[in-house]
């Protein structure tokens, strides 16, 4: 089975640019979680899809970062206008359903640097 | 805020076993108890979650106790490539928001040969 798809691997932008990640879940997961990793803690759920639509977006800054899951498949998550504070991995993960008896996996990360 | 303590680091030497302790005495009835870990630069991988029960797989153990308010993930051989930060975290049963994984710090595990 294949697992979680992310891309690209790393990305190296200055402030005040855009950038956007892509995520591909594993086949048949109703459910994608975005998370940012700022070094030296654990992921902090950013946004949260069941099929299409949004579950939970509490903790998203709205205000720069935008995410959309069309089709209920892939993922984008963008960052428009990226601050110095945004350099973090950016993970992504899908489970087969929103249930907590379903594991989440987590694909390789994007690990963004904003200089 | 995460709802489990976990000692920050622990070391072991290959081939014995890992005991990682984790405290949640604050876990309500539908409440479970999730293990992670997360290999340096990869994203975190699931190893083992349970409710009550005690609960084994192929790559864990995992023991929780009576009163439910502290678990011990069990790794029965450790080798080297389990050199990982390992997450306690406790998720209740429903979905939405409510649902979501809160990850802490963890426990830094080092296999040491």
């Known amino acids: 089975e294949a697992g979680v798809a992310q891309s690209p691997r790393y990305k190296i932008i200055e402030k005040r640019q855009s950038v956007a990640f892509w995520c591909n879940p594993i086949s048949g997961h109703a459910t994608l979680y975005w998370y940012q990793q700022i070094l030296g803690q654990g992921p902090k759920l950013l946004i949260q899809f069941q099929n299409n639509g949004v579950v939970d977006d509490s903790q998203l800054p709205k205000d720069r970062f935008s995410a959309e899951r069309l089709k209920g498949v892939d993922s984008t998550l963008k960052i428009q206008p990226a601050k110095l504070e945004d350099s973090a991995v950016y993970l992504c993960?899908?489970?087969?359903?929103?249930?907590?008896?379903?594991?989440?996996?987590f694909g390789p990360g994007t690990r963004l640097t904003v200089t | 805020d995460a709802k489990t303590t976990q000692p920050p680091s622990m070391d072991c030497a290959e081939g014995r076993a890992a005991n990682l302790p984790c405290n949640h005495s604050?876990?309500?009835?539908?409440?479970?108890v999730y293990w992670y870990r997360q290999i340096h630069s990869q994203g975190p991988q699931y190893i083992i979650h349970g409710l009550k029960n005690n609960e084994t797989n192929e790559m864990a153990s995992l023991i929780i106790t009576e009163d439910r308010k502290s678990s011990t993930l069990i790794l029965p051989h450790a080798t080297l490539r389990d050199t990982a930060v390992y997450y306690c975290?406790?998720?209740?049963?429903?979905?939405?928001?409510?649902?979501?994984?809160?990850f802490g710090k963890g426990t830094k595990l080092s296999v040491k040969p």
């Open positions: 604050t876990i309500s009835g539908n409440e479970y």
């Open positions: 993960a899908s489970s087969f359903r929103d249930r907590a008896t379903y594991e989440q996996y």
């Open positions: 975290i406790v998720r209740r049963s429903y979905g939405g928001s409510q649902g979501n994984l809160i």
